[in-house]
């Protein structure tokens, strides 16, 4: 297993649509196993295939709740359906989110509260996961990815702004940039 470099926002993989896994090979389980290790050390609640620069449909989670129940786990090919999103600007508090693929940062954005995704795991069963809150943010934000979407995308006028200019600053939004947890630390 190996902690693999995270792509940073400009890189074309990242805001491309991902293809459909079709077969779950010994490649796509090391991938994920990768995948696992790398989320860890980042550390991220979420890592999806194309940051890591393989545009695949698939993603890993994991998530330590108030009561540190853990939830985690990987999902190809998903699905999502969301609950259509509640009115009004995000709470800056309580509705920030961030993004290894932009790393350091977070900005406000509002989502779905509640969530289905289905999609299979690593042996090709069926998986449908229903959650609200947090992990139906993290959810949509993971799915986002496969389809080319950022969560800087979505975001307010003004915070597009900014995270141009952090951007500029930082030399990202170009083709290949990336960072490597445990060796460059930019989340954390
Ligand atoms: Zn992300």
């Not at 979420?46 to 709740?65: C, E, H, K, M, N």
């Not at 790393?103 to 289905?118: D, N, Q, T, W, Y």
């Not at 950022?150 to 940039?177: E, F, N, P």
């Amino acid at each position: 297993m190996a902690v693999l470099p995270i792509r940073i926002m400009g890189d074309p993989v990242l805001h491309s649509p991902a293809s459909v896994v079709e077969e779950v090979t010994d490649e796509v389980r090391a991938l994920i196993a990768d995948m696992f290790e790398t989320m860890d050390a980042a550390p991220g609640v979420g890592l999806a295939a194309p940051q890591v620069g393989i545009p695949l449909r698939l993603y890993t989670y994991s998530y330590v709740d108030d009561d540190d129940r853990p939830w985690r786990g990987v999902l190809i090919n998903p699905v999502l359906w969301m609950a259509p999103l509640e009115p009004g600007d995000p709470d800056p508090d309580l509705e920030s989110e961030g993004c290894l693929s932009f790393p350091g940062e977070r900005f406000p954005l509002r989502r779905s509260e509640r969530v289905l995704v289905s999609g299979t795991d690593l042996d090709g069963a069926d998986v449908r996961i229903e959650v609200d809150g947090w992990r139906a943010r993290i959810m949509q934000h993971e799915f986002d990815h496969l389809d080319g979407i950022l969560y800087v995308d979505r975001l307010s006028d003004g915070d597009w702004k900014t995270v141009q200019k952090i951007a500029r600053k930082r030399g990202w939004g170009r083709a290949g940039v990336s960072w490597t947890p445990g060796i460059d630390d930019l989340e954390g």
